[in-house]
């Protein structure tokens, strides 16, 4: 008995010392984030402060409301939003229609033909990149929201059916046969057996390519010019363009372009796990 | 009779692969417009001088030639490869800290693995913005962390030998992606071999080393490839944060392929560039397969 208890004792302190260490660790890792919120509610005068006040003192909620009248961020949004609905209805729509054609029907190639999507995972995009706005420049769609929407029509993307695959290879193929014998075409397996089974998977890539698409600053950098058709991120650069000393304000744009993420993020999260578990298996 | 059958079953053969091709027709137009055919394109641009506005001009390997002698190539070059070679090996190194300290079994763990994470999510752009503030000499958190432990303050990217360093230092806020890969391979290893090393009497410090680092290895590897290649193609902080300055420490490939293809509209000398970037991104994916062997452990290996 006396031995249990001691050996309790030492488990409890074990654990307590890992505590300690995980919460230095958390704290460090979140203090970026609470400067970021701390700077864009502080006046102007306040952020020229050394050392520095965590706690703003007055709390100027206001600088988010001026950080959006200087800039045009709701018509930002709105322009993100449309083409990550435009993208991702693409995206998943050709890659599952690609995936499933890989791991549940039989045709000649499907191995060496799937190794070539794999292989494009790991081709560096800017490689293709010269031609393509050459492409898309020719055809007069410069500066408008297609170069980011067009590609993903096609195939979209090669994670994104490699994700898919995986999937899909989980459920019993007995369903296809059986859904044969009743005389359903392909497509229909696909469209009314599948497809229905796969909504974990396919809120995951919806989320994963919302990310993707509320982030990425090169494709959009490129092809988007003019002002009324940038995106958060362009956006967002052209804030700090034009108040690059306002660091509160800075702080309140970077503030409401993170914000959305962590809200998905709260709300999404199983479907965050299940998809970094299945981009996991890439390493087996 | 059996003839009849057998035909049923050849159309069927024959519809299902007809079907196959068709499902991944998207994905094959898409393969051919936007990766093969732009890849070859941009070869034979590589071969031509060109500035959109005129026409191209075919001038050989003069492009190339152009390149090996551009001292600006050879900095961007290496400051990529101080970024990759420095920067992702400890990255990986704390990712895998990382994702051993969330893989403890206590409780509310659930909540560090969380806040781990979160910092991954954020956008580059943001991101950037975020850090150069942090990097402030003056008014900023990283020289207000200095000073408070009684250490001078740094012109973090003000300063050539410092501003590498410091966006590698960024970098290491968003390891939390990697770690939950990692997280999930540390997840996937049998309790039964933990279980088999502790009645042999192994410590933890032997477990390691003996079932959880080999049985992680694939994990690891594929972390490792996707990471160089990301990191090859740094770009966003450097465009934000420095401008690829002070002095063109932070000259990275990228922005240096960006500037000639779409500041100077130097299309041949741009190609050029993206094609000696994928020859060594190439190699290196290459090299680490062939090295694979001798340190990436797979389950099935056992059985073989």
Redesign the interface.
């Known amino acids: 008995m006396q031995t249990m208890d001691s050996r309790t004792a030492k488990e409890l302190i074990l654990?307590g010392f890992?505590?300690v260490?995980?919460s230095i660790?958390?704290l460090t890792?979140?203090?970026?984030?609470v400067?970021?919120l701390s700077?864009s509610l502080k006046t102007g005068g306040q952020?020229?402060?050394?050392?520095?006040k965590w706690i703003p003192e007055p709390v100027v909620w206001t600088n988010y409301s001026d950080a959006f009248k200087a800039v045009a961020f709701h018509e930002y949004f709105w322009n993100t939003i449309r083409i990550v609905i435009f993208a991702t209805t693409g995206a998943l729509l050709?890659?599952s229609?690609?995936a499933?054609?890989?791991a549940r029907?039989?045709?000649?190639f499907?191995e060496p033909?799937f190794l070539?999507?794999l292989s494009?995972i790991?081709?560096?995009?800017?490689?293709?990149?010269?031609?393509?706005?050459?492409?898309f420049?020719t055809l007069g769609w410069i500066d408008t929201f297609l170069p980011l929407i067009v590609?993903l029509?096609?195939?979209?993307g090669a994670f994104n059916?490699f994700l898919f695959r995986q999937f899909f290879m989980t459920i019993p193929l007995e369903l296809d046969e059986a859904a044969r014998i009743d005389g359903a075409?392909?497509?229909r397996i696909?469209w009314g057996v599948i497809l229905p089974l796969s909504k974990p998977v396919l809120a995951t890539i919806a989320v994963f390519a919302f990310?993707h698409n509320?982030?990425d600053?090169?494709e959009p950098l490129?092809y988007l010019q003019s002002p009324e058709n940038w995106t958060?991120?362009i956006g967002?650069?052209g804030f700090?363009g034009l108040y690059h000393t306002e660091?509160n304000l800075?702080?309140a744009?970077?503030?409401a372009?993170?914000a959305p993420?962590?809200v998905l993020?709260f709300f999404a999260?199983r479907y965050f796990?299940s998809g970094?578990?299945m981009?996991?298996?890439?390493?087996? | 009779m059996f003839a009849h059958r057998r035909n049923r079953r050849a159309s069927l053969?024959w519809?299902?692969?007809?079907?196959?091709?068709l499902?991944?027709l998207?994905?094959?137009?898409?393969?051919i417009?936007?990766?093969a055919?732009?890849?070859l394109?941009?070869l034979y641009?590589s071969f031509t001088r060109w500035e959109?506005v005129t026409p191209s001009v075919w001038v050989g390997g003069a492009q190339y030639v152009k390149l090996f002698n551009d001292d600006r190539f050879w900095l961007s070059l290496y400051n990529t490869s101080y970024y990759v070679f420095v920067g992702v090996p400890l990255h990986l190194f704390f990712a895998l800290l990382?994702a051993l300290?969330?893989n403890?079994n206590?409780r509310g763990?659930h909540f560090?693995r969380?806040?781990?994470y979160?910092?991954s999510?954020?956008?580059?752009?943001?991101n950037s913005?975020?850090?150069v503030?942090?990097f402030?000499p003056?008014?900023g958190?990283a020289n207000?962390f200095l000073?408070?432990i009684g250490l001078e303050g740094l012109y973090w990217l003000q300063d050539p030998r410092l501003a590498k360093p410091a966006l590698i230092v960024m970098s290491f806020?968003s390891i939390g992606g990697q770690m939950?890969?990692?997280?999930?391979?540390l997840?996937?290893i049998p309790m039964e071999l933990y279980e088999a090393a502790a009645i042999d009497g192994a410590n933890w410090w032997s477990r390691f080393w003996r079932v959880t680092l080999p049985l992680l290895t694939?994990?690891?590897?594929?972390?490792l490839?996707?990471a160089i290649?990301g990191a090859?193609?740094v770009?966003?902080q450097a465009y934000?944060m420095t401008e690829g300055g002070p002095n063109y420490s932070t000259l990275f490939y990228?922005l240096y392929?960006f500037r000639a293809?779409?500041e100077n509209f130097r299309?041949g000398y741009?190609?050029a560039m993206?094609?000696v970037?994928?020859i060594i991104?190439l190699t290196f994916?290459a090299l680490q397969f062939m090295l694979s062997d001798r340190w990436v452990f797979?389950?099935g290996d056992v059985r073989r």
């Open positions: 654990a890992w505590y260490i995980l660790f958390a890792l979140a203090l970026p984030l400067w970021l700077t952020t020229f402060l050394m050392p520095p050709t890659a229609l690609a499933f054609a890989f029907l039989r045709f000649p499907r033909l070539l999507v494009t790991m081709l560096p995009s800017i490689v293709t990149l010269i031609p393509t706005f050459i492409v420049r590609p029509w096609f195939g979209g059916i075409s392909n497509f696909y990310i509320w982030n600053f090169f490129i958060m991120a967002l650069r700090q660091w800075m702080m744009a970077s503030t372009m993170i993420l962590l993020f999260q796990v970094i578990q981009s996991g298996l890439a390493g087996r | 053969l519809s299902e692969a007809r079907d196959g091709y499902f991944i998207p994905w094959i137009l898409g393969f417009i936007f990766t055919g732009p890849m394109a941009s641009i959109i990382a300290a969330v403890m206590l763990i560090f969380t806040a781990y979160v910092p999510l954020t956008p580059v752009v943001a913005i975020l850090w503030w942090i402030h003056e008014w958190l207000a000073e408070w806020w939950v890969i990692l997280l999930a391979g997840k996937g694939p994990a690891l590897f594929f972390n490839i996707i290649i090859f193609q770009f966003t934000i990228l392929l293809a779409f299309m741009a190609s993206a094609w970037l994928f991104v994916t797979y389950e």
